[in-house]
């Protein structure tokens, strides 16, 4: 496994100018297509792209992302592609072994090939779209990907980078390959808690409980900032969909049409399975034991390119796989294979026609083909139908095992027995309370406690989800509210109630009178003045609120003591942690921790009567991927926050190298409420603007919206666009 030099040949041709790339002739043939091809920029900088065919359309829509930001446009392939250490250096070179171990560019080549001739045509439209940019923009200089493929989009079919992969802990994958497999063993992602939540929020409302009689939904997603762009695709072919696409990708992700709306939200269903294999070595090959016999491992040579010193170097790695999977890890001598989706052509299919449904019958017909690992689905229509499905590609798997964890794999016992088809998956439809949320948690209060889905009917592994507080907060305010209208969902997204400390501060409060009741010197004035703004805080959000600061500042600190006494192996939600915290810390430590918190906000900011705005800031001044931050340079206040508090409107915020206060960097991100009358009407956020170039109207022309949880109109109609157009144009113009 040492390295070795690439030739030179390799490596001056990835610095040559990316211009000399194209064919001429390829370069004339891009430009005829793009003369069927028109962008419209309104005076928010969204592109309304719009082409003859569907795969028109797709050439245009990449062309208008790379416009708005190449960088992140190269940024999703170069992790899809597995070559981050290309251009970031050896310490990514596990994380393009993990993708190597799941995505094979070969295999890739091939169903593109074997695609339907639709299926072809978009994607050659992608890459043409996306290439033609590059061939009209000289000045742009990529890091490493001078050519797009069209066969690339296999790689990444869900609209959410890596999908299932993410979850498999690089730590694991590096320990294993690395050769150190006796400490191989990281517990999933999803089960450190101590890291900020991402996910997303997605309601929907039904006529009945709807002031205008037609049903709306609410578009939420949570990632980290300007993850993906807004942006309406037409074409002649009737094609006409909305929303935020993840960029580099050439559907709508979570959007609407003139006829229904979808919103996924990251799902816990469990959709992939561990397995213990067995594995024995003779004369330098491995086998593993199924069915009471040996199988020879599979085996794969790679060779990871990696930059060190200016040096284009490469690591070589042998992969192995049984018939479950590849080979991830290690657990007590035995290894850790993954078995989990993988259908690209379906997932890219059903990722694309979902856009095109008119109603709940086609769109339910489209998830039949069960492409989508990593999601549940919020969905409405103008015929006034709201839905929700629990996941959707879902194994049908045998009774007796416990599926959270690894299971053996030394038998056909444990193999899956085939898809469970989509009538069989958890899911609600025209819900008696009028009302479908969904952030992330359990189905089984997706619609109240009267109307959702009742748990007994189903495998447990189909919904494995636990409740969390944005969950909590949805469904009291969902069902408080008899109608809505698209202002009062917008007031809904944004309830600023944190339900996170309905226990927490409660238990901070006795405790501390506990303490001030006994034989004791009186408390410091300050820490008695600071349980008083505590005692009297209603939980609510707001920018001048000091008791917000107060308590988010401590609560943090004192879920940080009882996370660091839960038993090893002991996972724990968020409501079980506090609760758990609660238990396991003595009155003493709570108040100590307060006092902590007094000291800490005095030293930052000169006082501890901080208001949550002076704190908790948006800003935003370079556009790049990994953006700075600075106390100095102007910021806005923000007076949402982090969703593991219960903030249906999420801002994830830390503080970086040289600040002190508070900076989001994850959380809400694009924003859709959405009615479906006989004219759909929309509005609509995005995370500071249109455009990732700093100085340019459309970096951060909707910040002060977006701080203050309001929205702006979408223009659907081509009447409606044409009277708010701030250029139009055809690509390469």
């Keep these: 496994m040492r390295p070795f030099l690439l030739i030179s040949l390799v490596f001056c041709s990835a610095s040559a100018s990316h211009a000399q790339a194209f064919k001429p002739a390829e370069v004339a043939r891009w430009r ?98 996306t290439n033609y940019y590059l061939a009209t923009h000289p000045t742009v200089q990529p890091r490493l990907l001078r050519r797009f493929q069209p066969w690339m989009p296999l790689l990444f079919s869900e609209g959410s980078i890596g999908g299932n992969v993410s979850v498999v802990p690089v730590e694991r994958i590096k320990a294993f390959y690395s050769q150190q497999k006796t400490t191989s063993w990281q517990r999933p992602d999803f089960d450190k808690f101590d890291r900020e939540p991402t996910g997303s929020n997605g309601f929907a409302i039904a006529p009945g409980k709807s002031a205008s009689g037609h049903a709306l939904l609410l578009i939420n997603p949570h990632t980290s900032f300007y993850f993906r762009s807004e942006v309406q695709m037409t074409s002649q072919a009737g094609l006409n969909a909305y929303g935020a696409v993840t ?52 085996t794969e040579e790679v060779s990871l390119a990696y930059r060190k010193d200016g040096q284009l170097l490469r690591r070589k790695f042998t992969i192995y796989r049984t018939s479950h999977g590849p080979v991830v890890g290690e657990l007590n001598g035995k290894w850790v294979t993954v078995k989990m989706m993988d259908t690209p052509l379906a997932a890219l ?151 996170g400390f309905e226990q927490l501060v409660p238990a901070l409060l006795s405790d501390y009178q506990l303490l001030a009741d006994s034989p004791r010197d009186p408390f410091p004035q300050e820490l008695q003045q600071a349980v008083e703004t505590l005692r009297t805080w209603n939980l609510r959000y707001a920018k001048t609120s000091v008791a917000q600061t107060l308590a988010i500042y401590w609560g943090e600190r004192v879920l940080k003591l009882g996370r660091s006494r839960v038993p090893a192996g002991q996972p724990l939600d968020y409501l079980s942690l506090t609760a758990f915290t609660i238990e396991h810390t003595t009155p003493e430590e709570k108040v100590a921790a307060l006092t902590e918190t007094l000291g800490e906000l005095t030293r930052d900011f000169g006082k501890w009567q901080t208001p949550w705005g002076e ?23 923000v007076a949402f926050t982090s969703s593991a508090w219960g903030s249906l409107a999420a801002f994830g915020a830390k503080t970086y190298p040289g600040t002190t206060r508070r900076y989001g960097y994850v959380g809400n991100s694009f924003v859709a409420v959405v009615e479906f009358g006989p004219r759909v009407v929309a509005r609509s956020v995005v995370t500071g603007g249109a455009s990732s170039q700093p100085g340019t109207k459309h970096f951060t022309d909707q910040a002060p919206l977006y701080c203050e949880g309001q929205f702006k109109d979408v223009w659907f109609y081509p009447e409606d666009v044409a009277q708010h157009v701030e250029r139009a144009y055809r690509p390469g113009e």
């Excluded at 561990?274 to 016999?293: F, M």
């Design 349 to 499: 299919e059903q990722s694309y026609l979902r856009t095109k449904a008119t109603d709940y019958a086609s769109f339910q017909k489209v998830m039949a083909l069960n492409g989508n690992a990593t999601n549940n689905t919020v969905f409405a229509d103008k015929t006034g139908t709201i839905a929700y499905w629990h996941g959707n590609f879902m194994p049908r798997r045998p009774a007796g095992y416990d599926w959270s964890r690894p299971v053996e794999g030394r038998s056909d016992s444990t193999e899956w027995r085939g898809l469970h088809p989509v009538s069989e998956l958890v899911q609600v439809k025209n819900p008696a309370s009028g009302f479908i949320q969904n952030c992330n948690a359990t189905p089984y209060t997706v619609a109240g406690p009267a109307s959702s889905p009742d748990p007994a009917k189903y495998p447990t592994y189909m919904a494995p989800d636990a409740e969390n507080y944005r969950g909590i907060n949805a469904v009291r305010v969902l069902s408080r509210k008899q109608s809505f209208t698209l202002d009062t969902l917008i007031a809904a997204a944004n309830d600023s109630y944190l339900a």
């Design 247 to 298: 960029w580099g990708q050439f559907f709508i992700y979570q959007g609407f049409n003139a006829s229904c709306g979808w919103m996924h939200t990251s799902s816990q269903a469990d959709s992939m399975d561990e397995y213990l294999e067995t594995v024995t070595q003779q004369d330098g090959k491995y086998t593993y034991r199924y069915n009471g016999q040996p199988r020879p491992m599979q």
């Design 615 to 637: 704190v908790n800031r948006y800003q935003r001044l370079t556009g790049r991927i990994q953006e700075t931050y600075d106390d100095k340079q102007p910021s806005l206040p």
């Design 32 to 129: 005829q297509q793009a003369q069927q091809v028109r962008i419209v920029r309104d005076t928010w900088g969204v592109p309304h792209v719009s082409g003859k065919t569907d795969a028109d359309a797709v050439f245009g829509l990449l062309y208008a992302q790379c416009e708005d930001d190449f960088a992140r446009v190269e940024d999703n392939y170069l992790e899809a592609l597995g070559r981050r250490a290309e251009v970031e250096g050896e310490a990514a070179l596990y994380t393009d072994l993990r993708a190597r171990l799941f995505m094979d560019t070969t295999r890739a080549i091939a169903v593109y090939k074997q695609s339907p001739a639709w299926m072809k045509q978009l994607l050659d439209g992608f890459a043409a779209g």
